[in-house]
């Protein structure tokens, strides 16, 4: 009984240090913290080397071969014939045929790319481009035009050549030795630019799966292909189509392709099933484009472009170079008044400069600038171009077409008749960036 005693004395003892030291915590947690036990708390480290693993090795090495591919398509459509001038009317959807047609390049949709080579050959899928009047890629920061080399819509396979790109390429691995259950890692662009350069990893589920798909011949008959695919679980969303698939080596092992979901024909539920083609496929298109490539005629491309970004510098540089000293709009077949033909393809003056050439010369805002020197102008580039390639105190012969009410005007019916007029001027530096 004493011994009894004796232990719930001791309990005692300790429930009371206990309560002494939980009311002088309160007292503490009352008043202020010091610096130091901030500190404690918010000046932690992350040692990244013990969370480091062969995916952020493998993701690091190749994650800069990944690109956007943007796929612009051409649409042409009946005008509104009852349309503003500016193209701003109560517009019929439809068109009636009479305001004759309208050509428009649109942004169709993006894909992904994986640059395989250093000259700047880039895989992807054949539907990423499919259709398209204009394929570009871009690296994060700047949009470059690409080319399709070579393409197979039955593999679904493309290769595109973009010199003025600057990649460390991938290297290819070899699908034949892929293993089911090994780490598969996806890079691309799921929806476009919002998630550019997205990291997904799973396994590889399952190798050689057979999958059918849909194409249509040069005749136009449609097709059915079954091809060997890569089945993994890692996460494909759209966007990454042509993307790269890599093992834990930073080897591109396959192009992601597609991914099964459920629809109203099916209401089976389905997660994590994605089909990649493998990089094997694909080897022959790729030698083959290889194998085209010319460095003779890629170097007088880039020389080309470079003249080009020369021409068309902002800056300083352009601040001495010799303008007319207008602002100028293009007018080209999308403007109804041109599509009717009713006013000719050219640069619209919108606004003349104060003791500018194009002043001393008699040019007016409504003037439609249509040839420099014997070229005739269809867009402000052109005519930047020219008159960049000149000096100070050149003198050019420049063409305007002048109609009454040309900026005014509300309807096409606004406009009056017009006559073309043979201008000389005299170039000279105007500092305001004005064509």
């Known amino acids: ?140 920061e700047n949009e470059y035009d ?30 034949d030795k892929l293993q089911a259950g090994e780490w598969a890692i996806v890079i691309g662009n799921p929806l476009g630019e919002d998630f550019f350069r997205s990291t997904t990893v799973g396994v590889v589920s399952a190798l050689e799966r057979e999958v059918e798909t849909d194409s249509t011949d040069k005749y136009g008959r449609k097709t059915t292909t079954t091809n060997s695919m890569i089945q993994v679980d890692a996460a494909i969303n759209s966007g990454n189509s042509g993307g790269g698939m890599f093992n834990v080596l930073g080897q591109l092992m396959g192009i992601p392709s597609l991914k099964y979901t459920s629809s109203y024909m099916s209401q089976a539920s389905i997660d994590n099933i994605g089909m ?63 599509a009717r033909q009713i006013l000719p393809k050219g640069c619209l003056v919108t606004k003349v400069e104060d003791n500018s050439a194009a002043a001393a010369a008699g040019i007016q805002a409504g003037d439609i600038i249509v040839d420099v020197d014997g070229t005739v102008i269809t867009s402000s580039e052109g005519l930047q171009e020219i008159i960049f390639s000149h000096a100070e105190g050149d003198t050019v012969q420049v063409k305007v077409y002048r109609a009454e009410n040309v900026l005014d005007a509300k309807y096409i019916s606004d406009i009056g008749d017009g006559e073309y007029i043979d201008m000389s001027v005299t170039l000279k530096v105007v500092a305001s960036p004005a064509a």
């Not at 039955?154 to 290297?171: Q, Y």
Request: proline share 3%; net charge negative; glycine share 8%.
């Open 1 to 140: 009984m004493k011994k009894n005693n004796k232990i719930m004395g001791f309990v005692a003892v300790l429930l009371a240090a206990v309560m002494i030291a939980g009311a002088i915590l309160s007292a503490q947690a009352a008043g202020t913290l010091s610096s130091s036990d901030i500190d404690k708390i918010v000046n932690t480290e992350t040692d990244a080397s013990l969370v480091a693993n062969p995916f952020t090795a493998a993701v690091a090495a190749v994650r800069d071969s990944v690109v956007l591919v943007n796929n612009y398509q051409t649409t042409t459509y009946n005008n509104n014939s009852y349309g503003f001038f500016y193209g701003y009317g109560y517009g019929n959807p439809y068109g009636n045929g009479r305001g004759g047609t309208t050509s428009r390049e649109q942004l169709a949709g993006t894909g992904s790319g994986t640059v395989i080579s250093e000259y700047g050959h880039i895989l992807t899928n054949y539907h990423v481009v499919e259709d398209a009047s204009r394929v570009t890629v871009s690296d994060g």
């Open 146 to 175: 690409a080319t399709v080399v070579v393409s197979d819509e039955s593999k679904d396979i493309a290769v595109l050549l973009c010199p003025e790109l600057k990649a460390t390429p991938a290297t290819l691995g070899d699908s």
């Open 276 to 338: 990649c083609i493998p990089i094997n496929v694909a080897k022959p298109l790729i030698r083959e484009a290889l194998e085209k490539y010319d460095g003779e005629s890629v170097s007088k491309y880039l020389e080309d472009k470079a003249k080009e970004a020369d021409i068309n510098t902002t800056g300083d540089d352009v601040d001495s170079k010799p303008r007319l000293g207008v602002s100028v709009q293009t007018l080209d077949s999308t403007n109804n008044a041109v």
